[in-house]
């Protein structure tokens, strides 16, 4: 018996062994492929830092097909950083043809350890914007060590950003900026050594695509200021309702989106120091001080989002939406301390002026239906049941009413 038993085991110990140098040969002869079509933000940074991960847990070479205006400094800066950690290959190919990889493109072109250019394409124009000369002097040192330490020329590299620099395929290769032009696939496994090898293209997920999504500066400053107006609606009106719900719920998303921009903290706080003041201004009496104080820390606040520096993030946009937030909270204020200021009608006083119909005849007293109860009424004239009668008064526990005439337009 445990001859038995050891015969099996030394069986499972060579099975396996082989079973593990068959995997390791299929997993030599795959190459992982994804594609970055659009702005880069971060649904994209965490698409490709995904699928670095996944690259090398199955350690096989990663190709990034790429197609870029540019995009957010905060999410180029997140996937730079993961490509000079990677412990696999990394391809970045800029296709197809007439494809660009401007700005944030060029960073992680300069981060891969093959870069590739279809034919067609250009890349470079990585000068921030609005032009800063310390941002462009650290961008442009920042750029130039990516590119040194992947054994790419420093001084070339630094053009893209302090001159604007713009490259094609051949232009990069002979500056050795790109270590080949290729027009297809096998090429560039050709170039990398893995001829015949399988290609098979990683997805993007519903998170990545939301995130992206979310990520978006104007869809941040949108989700901001609904947020605050639900809260505010909620604030205007008893209990916990939708507009309430729907406020905290476009604040956590907009929070979450602004985190990705890295907004400036003292922006933060001087947001939510004019939410206090104009909550504060709608029930506390006074000449609108709070009010205006908390419009401009509003204005100021959303002003002072970071801008990117190849993107000016939501400018125009962001002012906008304040100037409409502003006037929008204006109006609620007049409104609230209109309501406040209105007397309260209640009991009997609120009848004054409303429309019952005579449940009897009266004569000179009998008796009106309104609001769906039965009054005791008097009237000067005589009023036959069924008609409409205006209550005019009030005394004791009787209405003073008068018959209820139309006013025909001629």
Same mark, same amino acid.
């Given at each position: 018996?445990?001859?038995?038993?050891?015969?099996?085991?030394?069986?499972?110990?060579?099975?396996?062994c082989?079973?593990?140098?068959?995997?390791?040969?299929?997993?030599?002869?795959?190459?992982?492929?994804?594609?970055?079509?659009?702005?880069?933000?971060?649904?994209?940074?965490?698409?490709?830092?995904?699928s670095?991960?996944?690259?090398?847990r199955?350690?096989?070479?990663?190709?990034?097909?790429?197609?870029?205006?540019?995009?957010?400094?905060?999410a180029?800066?997140?996937?730079?950083?993961?490509?000079?950690?990677?412990?696999?290959?990394?391809?970045?190919?800029?296709t197809?043809?007439?494809?660009?990889?401007?700005?944030?493109?060029? %960073?992680?072109?300069?981060a891969?350890?093959?870069a590739?250019?279809?034919?067609?394409?250009?890349?470079g124009?990585?000068?921030p914007?609005?032009?800063?000369?310390?941002?462009?002097?650290?961008?442009?040192?920042?750029?130039?060590?990516?590119a040194d330490?992947?054994?790419?020329?420093?001084n070339?590299?630094?053009?893209?950003?302090a001159?604007?620099?713009?490259?094609?395929?051949q232009e990069?290769?002979?500056?050795?900026?790109?270590?080949?032009?290729?027009?297809?696939?096998?090429?560039?496994?050709?170039?990398?050594?893995?001829?015949?090898?399988?290609?098979?293209?990683?997805?993007?997920?519903? %998170?990545?695509?939301?995130?992206?999504v979310?990520?978006?500066?104007?869809?941040?400053?949108?989700l901001?200021?609904?947020?605050?107006?639900?809260?505010?609606a909620e604030?205007?009106?008893?209990?916990?309702?939708?507009?309430g719900?729907a406020?905290?719920?476009?604040?956590l998303?907009?929070?979450?989106?602004?985190g990705?921009?890295?907004?400036?903290?003292?922006?933060?706080?001087l947001?939510?120091?004019g939410?206090?003041?104009?909550?504060?201004?709608l029930?506390?009496?006074?000449?609108?001080?709070?009010?205006?104080?908390?419009?401009?820390?509003? %204005?100021?606040g959303?002003?002072?989002?970071?801008?990117?520096?190849?993107?000016e993030?939501?400018?125009?946009v962001?002012?906008?939406?304040?100037?409409?937030?502003?006037?929008v %909270?204006?109006?609620f204020?007049?409104?609230?301390?209109?309501?406040?200021?209105?007397?309260?009608?209640?009991?009997?006083e609120?009848?004054?002026?409303?429309?019952?119909?005579?449940?009897?005849n009266i004569?000179?007293?009998?008796?009106v239906?309104?609001?769906?109860?039965?009054?005791?009424?008097?009237?000067?004239?005589?009023?036959?049941?069924?008609e409409?009668?205006?209550?005019?008064?009030?005394?004791?526990?009787?209405?003073?009413?008068v018959?209820?005439r139309?006013?025909?337009?001629?």
């Amino acid at each position: 018996m445990n001859k038995r038993i050891l015969v099996l085991a030394i069986f499972l110990i060579i099975f396996g062994c082989i079973a593990t140098a068959h995997l390791g040969k299929a997993q030599q002869g795959v190459v992982y492929v994804i594609e970055v079509d659009g702005t880069i933000d971060a649904g994209i940074s965490n698409f490709i830092r995904k699928s670095i991960d996944r690259a090398e847990r199955d350690n096989v070479a990663l190709i990034i097909k790429m197609n870029t205006p540019g995009g957010l400094l905060s999410a180029t800066k997140e996937i730079v950083d993961r490509m000079l950690n990677a412990k696999v290959k990394l391809v970045v190919w800029v296709t197809p043809r007439g494809a660009w990889a401007y700005s944030a493109g060029t %960073f992680i072109l300069l981060a891969s350890n093959t870069a590739a250019m279809d034919n067609g394409t250009t890349i470079g124009a990585a000068q921030p914007r609005p032009e800063d000369p310390k941002i462009t002097a650290a961008m442009a040192e920042w750029i130039g060590e990516v590119a040194d330490q992947r054994g790419r020329p420093k001084n070339v590299a630094e053009l893209f950003v302090a001159q604007n620099l713009t490259m094609g395929p051949q232009e990069a290769l002979d500056n050795g900026i790109i270590e080949l032009r290729a027009s297809s696939v096998d090429e560039i496994l050709d170039n990398i050594g893995l001829s015949g090898a399988r290609v098979e293209t990683l997805e993007m997920g519903i %998170f990545e695509k939301v995130l992206r999504v979310l990520s978006d500066p104007n869809i941040v400053s949108i989700l901001f200021i609904a947020g605050l107006l639900g809260i505010l609606a909620e604030i205007t009106t008893p209990g916990i309702g939708v507009p309430g719900i729907a406020g905290v719920i476009c604040l956590l998303l907009a929070f979450w989106g602004l985190g990705v921009l890295e907004i400036n903290y003292v922006g933060v706080a001087l947001i939510l120091l004019g939410v206090v003041l104009i909550a504060a201004e709608l029930f506390t009496p006074g000449f609108g001080v709070f009010g205006i104080g908390g419009g401009v820390a509003l %204005f100021l606040g959303l002003l002072m989002i970071d801008k990117e520096p190849w993107i000016e993030v939501a400018g125009n946009v962001a002012k906008g939406m304040a100037i409409v937030l502003l006037a929008v %909270f204006a109006i609620f204020i007049v409104l609230a301390r209109r309501a406040m200021k209105k007397p309260v009608a209640v009991g009997k006083e609120e009848l004054i002026g409303k429309i019952g119909v005579a449940a009897t005849n009266i004569a000179p007293e009998g008796l009106v239906r309104l609001k769906g109860e039965l009054w005791t009424a008097v009237s000067k004239v005589s009023i036959k049941t069924g008609e409409k009668v205006v209550v005019k008064d009030i005394r004791g526990i009787k209405l003073i009413v008068v018959k209820h005439r139309k006013r025909w337009k001629t």
